[in-house]
């Protein structure tokens, strides 16, 4: 029992019972919900499978932690909600306030990596990162019990009773926090989508996404480890369901891109994954380099040099070699000798090169899960089922995701606070 204070809806010094509640998942939005539900005054208990919790958190930047975005791109988020109900969760917890809470609260301190515009922990350590949120959420009073595993779920007018392997547990309410279906070996098997839909929640089908590609040219396999930075174009076309008529999205990203031994990877391939991943057939092209096709045209117009010097000036050699072999170039050709049949073709490949590719990596390479829980079906500002009352769903396995860098875990925090904030409330 706790003292109220004084309120429009109840005099002062009027007793009131803590609320129990159980968080199903210790990833980052479960670990952000149940502190802060424990903050507000509840008696948490946090169940997770695994034995030490946050295992994405572990691996993300590359054991680094990409904590946040330097500056975060609402507009650069995935769903297939109403996207004024995104922007408002993401509002709920401002970047500022995250960083904050991260740097002041967990004695984080953040560091900005100019060329990425990431902010990682300047101890360049993942494991700082999720310790910390377990150590605060212990600090608060949450119960975590690790190695436990729900094995069933039911909700009444009374509450919710949970069964784990471990044992039953009765909560007044429930957060559910267990993610998607991606990288399955951090735990991850969609549990929390299989209540929700269980429950009668509108779901939108999910989707591996910010996941590598496979190619389709054998040919390159021997570009395995060539990287630089680059401009993709994914041109989708879509029926628009009247009279056979077909509408058409092209979606541009920008940054790192690296031909694996499979196919390719890197930001500018991660982001637009998905579009794969859905049954769009996109074509994809890529533009090698930041000049334009006035500016290579001008190079391959000068007095005698080397095709493959000029190109080398400016992309990596073993793709200029590759781009020249595929269009049927001597890598001894002059600019003076270079005819115009080549020249032309050479600035396609170099601007608007068609990137071959035959699927993707799916959720085991899978950064995030597309789809899930329809952001309609929680209130906005409480995460609060509207179906099953006391019942609050955040994180991954709601219907959104962003961009790599540290915006997928922006979106974690806001959602895994507002729901414990409102979840713990007496």
């Not at 392997?165 to 990288?183: E, F, Y």
């Not at 590719?357 to 509207?386: H, M, Q, R």
């Not at 991954?396 to 979840?423: K, S, V």
């Amino acid at each position: 029992m706790y003292v109220c204070a004084f309120c429009a809806f109840c005099g002062p010094g009027v007793l009131m019972s803590a609320p129990s509640v159980g968080v199903v998942g210790a990833g980052a939005a479960g670990l952000m919900a149940a502190a802060f539900a424990a903050s507000s005054g509840a008696c948490v208990t946090l169940l997770e499978r695994t034995k030490d919790g946050g295992r994405k958190i572990l691996i993300s930047g590359g054991g680094r932690c990409n904590v946040l975005p330097s500056v975060l791109a609402p507009e650069r988020f995935v769903t297939d909600s109403p996207t004024h109900l995104l922007r408002g969760m993401l509002r709920a917890w401002p970047l500022h306030e995250q960083r904050a809470f991260f740097e002041d609260d967990l004695q984080i301190p953040l560091a900005l990596e100019e060329e990425s515009g990431k902010l990682f922990p300047r101890s360049n350590k993942a494991k700082d990162v999720r310790d910390a949120l377990i150590g605060f959420a212990r600090s608060k009073g949450v119960e975590i019990q690790f190695d436990t595993t729900l094995t069933d779920f039911n909700a009444s007018t009374t509450g919710f009773a949970l069964t784990t392997s471990k044992g039953d547990l009765q909560v007044d309410r429930v957060i559910v926090a267990t993610g998607g279906l991606s990288v399955p070996a951090t735990g991850s098997d969609g549990t929390g989508l299989d209540i929700a839909r269980r429950l009668g929640h509108r779901m939108i089908d999910t989707y591996p996404a910010l996941t590598p590609l496979f190619g389709k040219d054998e040919s390159h396999t021997s570009l395995s480890g060539v990287s630089l930075d680059v401009r993709l174009r994914a041109l989708v076309r879509r029926s628009l369901g009247e009279g056979g008529k077909v509408g058409s999205k092209t979606i541009e990203t920008f940054g790192g891109f690296l031909f694996t031994h499979r196919g390719y990877s890197g930001p500018s391939v991660l982001d637009i994954s998905h579009l794969t991943a859905r049954g769009e057939r996109p074509t994809i092209r890529a533009t090698w380099s930041v000049r334009t096709a006035a500016e290579w045209t001008k190079d391959f117009e000068a007095p005698s040099a080397t095709v493959l010097t000029i190109l080398a000036r400016y992309i990596p050699a073993r793709l200029a070699e590759h781009l020249m072999i595929e269009i049927g170039i001597p890598d001894d050709r002059r600019t003076s000798s270079l005819k115009r049949s080549e020249r032309l073709a050479l600035i396609d490949a170099l601007t608007g090169y068609p990137l071959p590719w035959s699927g993707n990596e799916g959720y085991k390479k899978a950064e995030v899960t597309g789809g899930g829980v329809a952001l309609d079906e929680v209130d906005p500002k409480t995460l609060e089922s509207k179906r099953v009352p006391g019942l609050y769903l955040c994180g991954e396995m709601l219907d959104a995701f962003g961009p790599i860098g540290g915006h997928n875990f922006a979106w974690a925090w806001a959602t895994g606070r507002a729901a414990g904030l409102a979840a713990g409330r007496a």
